[in-house]
Nanobody, 121 residues
Framework: VQLQASGGGTVQAGGSLGLSCAVSGLTFSTIVMAWFRQAPGKERDFVAATTWSGGRTWYAGSVKGRFTISRDNAKNTVYLQMNSLKPEDTAVYYC???????????????WGQGTLVTVSS
């Protein structure tokens, strides 16, 4: 599985930004797609996840109600729509794939390159 993240940039606090993760080489065993983020000097934290089919989603408490994860099976793409952004959302965002759901980075074997999101105050 290869993952290609895009869509990062700089936005003012309160603004919105959308990220995309193009997936190739998907197999039936890859059932969960997730977004993680890593701020400078901090660990990589779970943001959101979705099943590739079935539509189950999970969110970190810090982003619930502001971020939405979705997927387009026809385009093999996973999205992260981020609204009401805060300066503390500033981080490098990574998409990841796994055979099962988890909210720790160690449970995800495939990773895309990161895309930087900067939220200015």
């Amino acid at each position: 599985v290869q993952l290609q993240a895009s869509g990062g940039g700089t936005v003012q606090a309160g603004g919105s930004l959308g990220l995309s993760c193009a997936v190739s080489g998907l197999t039936f065993s890859t059932i969960v797609m997730a977004w993680f983020r890593q701020a400078p000097g901090k660990e990589r934290d779970f943001v959101a996840a979705t099943t590739w089919s079935g539509g189950r989603t999970w969110y970190a408490g810090s982003v619930k109600g502001r971020f939405t994860i979705s997927r387009d099976n026809a385009k093999n793409t996973v999205y992260l729509q981020m609204n009401s952004l805060k300066p503390e959302d500033t981080a490098v965002y990574y998409c990841a794939a796994s055979t099962r759901y988890g909210n720790t980075s160690s449970m995800y074997a495939q990773w895309g390159q990161g895309t930087l999101v900067t939220v200015s105050s």
